[in-house]
């Protein structure tokens, strides 16, 4: 009983956490795809310690909050689509070979944005998003994508970092093994 409460407590603060980083994403101007990087972060100490299954409970409650509660809703919409990656990264890591998983990861990104923004356009027609892309041209669109994947590869690897630094440091303080 002990133990589940102090999943439930640190699962709680997390998705606490991870939820106030969204809403600051709409107070700080330009951090609409930044704060929800920052957010999925917040799921590495639940995936580490408590396996996927609570982290992925963990984006599912912070997804919903963040739908309900972030006035940027690009943000926020953003995070509902790849919010579950870093739970999704562990079992990519192990496509084997190496080359596979990279093309794996890159269909997951891909897929994911492409799908937020044609929602975000044809379906939720949100206007701020619509006159971001209005004048674009395909070229430009195409870059946008390219610079998207870019910042997916050093988000990854970020998530790779973070997630050894846990393992090696934090873990180890928070909560030893006895």
């Known amino acids: 009983m002990r133990e589940r409460s102090r999943q439930l407590a640190f699962c709680g603060v997390l998705c606490a956490l991870a939820v106030v980083i969204l809403v600051l994403g709409s107070l700080v101007p330009l951090s609409t795809f930044c704060c929800p990087i920052l957010a999925m972060c917040a799921l590495l100490p639940l995936r580490e310690e408590f396996g996927p299954r609570l982290a992925l409970g963990a984006y599912v409650v912070v997804a919903a909050l963040g739908i309900l509660l972030v006035p940027d809703k690009e943000a926020a919409l953003l995070y509902l689509f790849l919010g579950y990656y870093p739970v999704l990264r ?72 973070l997630t050894l630094f846990y393992r090696l440091r934090v873990r180890k303080k928070l909560f030893p093994r006895s």
Request: hydrophobic residues 60%.
């Open 90 to 161: 562990p079992r990519l890591e192990r496509l084997r070979p190496r080359i596979l998983g990279l093309l794996c990861k890159l269909l997951v990104f891909n897929a994911s944005i492409l799908l937020l923004y044609w929602l975000l356009l044809h379906v939720f027609a949100l206007s701020e998003v619509m006159e971001s892309f209005a004048g674009l041209s395909r070229a430009m669109l195409a870059a946008t994508l390219a610079m998207g994947n870019l910042v997916f590869f050093l988000t990854d690897r970020a998530l790779e970092v």
